[in-house]
């Protein structure tokens, strides 16, 4: 982790600030009210999650970043250092694994699916937010395509033009809510998400 992750951890919450007041954090707290049972929470950042989840809610938080980590931290909660490729938990032991703005990033997809299929018990679900590559043929997929690169190194690891959905078929998740949106307080790179459950 190099000085510009913990740079980027410091300002993340000012940057998104206005994200968040614009539509973001009501998405969080709708798609957080689905939770249930004992839940997983992966990559979770600087903790922007944390105040939205129903009273009572028995979350586990993960987040590989340490300079994230120290931040989650800060927000009175536990936290295991571990990214989603490597969970460090027993089979079956989530009923449900949360996963917001976080697939971007993972360095490897496929890997991290698997282990949520492993820790979800019977039954269990992934809920997701997630902004995702546009629609096929599109100018905005065009344009995610050739600005890959630098949005990457800018935002510590974060692909721009990652397809979650098709993602989670080749991973044997069924969808089974789905809504698809455009954030026009986002940049357009980054607009296209989706926000659902899988099982």
């Known amino acids: 982790m190099g000085l510009w992750n913990r740079v980027f951890a410091a ?8 994200a968040e007041r614009a539509g973001i954090a009501d998405a969080r707290r ?3 009210a689905g939770a249930r049972g004992r839940v997983l929470e992966i990559g979770a950042g600087t903790g922007l999650n944390v105040e939205h989840y129903p009273p009572g809610t028995d979350v586990t938080y ?11 931290r800060a927000r009175g909660v536990d ?3 571990a990214g989603a490729e490597r ?5 079956d032991s989530f ?36 902004h995702v590559r546009a629609a096929p043929g599109s100018k905005l997929e065009r344009w995610q395509d050739r600005l890959h690169g630098p949005w990457h190194a800018l935002a510590c690891g974060c692909n721009c033009n990652r397809d ?31 926000i659902g459950a899988a099982s």
């Open 62 to 72: 993960t987040e590989p970043d340490p300079h994230m980590a120290k931040r989650l």
């Open 79 to 81: 936290v295991v250092e």
């Open 87 to 91: 969970l460090p938990f027993a089979d």
């Open 164 to 194: 979650l959905l098709a993602s989670l078929a080749a991973g044997s998740f069924s969808v089974d809510e789905l809504r698809s949106e455009s954030w026009r307080f986002m940049l357009p790179i980054v607009r296209p998400v989706v």
């Open 11 to 18: 300002v993340y919450d000012p940057m998104v600030a206005r």
């Open 95 to 130: 009923d449900t694994v949360v996963s917001t703005l976080v697939f971007c990033t993972v360095p490897d997809v496929a890997a991290s699916l698997r282990e949520i299929r492993r820790v979800l018990a019977p039954g269990g679900r992934l809920l997701f937010l997630e």
């Open 30 to 32: 709708e798609l957080l």
